[in-house]
Nanobody
Framework: QVQLVESGGGLVQTGGSLRLSCAAS????????MGWFRQAPGKEREFVAA????????YYADSAKGRFTISRDNAKNTVYLQMNSLKSEDTAVYYC???????????????WGQGTQVTVSS
């Protein structure tokens, strides 16, 4: 069992930055691939970024490439999403999730956090 708690969301102006954190509980955190997804009002949940359990391989949605960076600190049981050059279309609730296999498909993820709101104002 893995429990996930996101933090770091908030209100930021266009072009600004935020760093989201996802703290995991459970001794098996290190064996899970981790991902970030987001969901805007009226839209489906979409993939943002993911990385393997060792953090050696990362995946990004096209919308995130060059602006977002996913990383993890297994010693702290935490995964991060650094978001730079934020745009209004990045406004959404951001969720972190854990999966036994690294994937861009939300159906592959077994555990989810409660989400953190990111609002980018123009």
């Amino acid at each position: 069992q893995v429990q996930l708690v996101e933090s770091g969301g908030g209100l930021v102006q266009t072009g600004g930055s935020l760093r989201l954190s996802c703290a995991a509980s459970g001794r098996t955190f290190i064996s899970y691939a981790m991902g970030w997804f987001r969901q805007a009002p009226g839209k489906e949940r979409e993939f943002v970024a993911a990385l393997t359990w060792l953090g050696g391989i990362t995946y990004y949605a096209d919308s995130a490439k060059g602006r977002f960076t996913i990383s993890r600190d297994n010693a702290k049981n935490t995964v991060y999403l650094q978001m730079n050059s934020l745009k209004s279309e990045d406004t959404a609730v951001y969720y972190c999730a854990a999966s036994r296999t690294s994937s861009t498909n939300y159906a592959a993820y077994d555990y989810w956090g409660q989400g953190t709101q990111v609002t980018v104002s123009s």
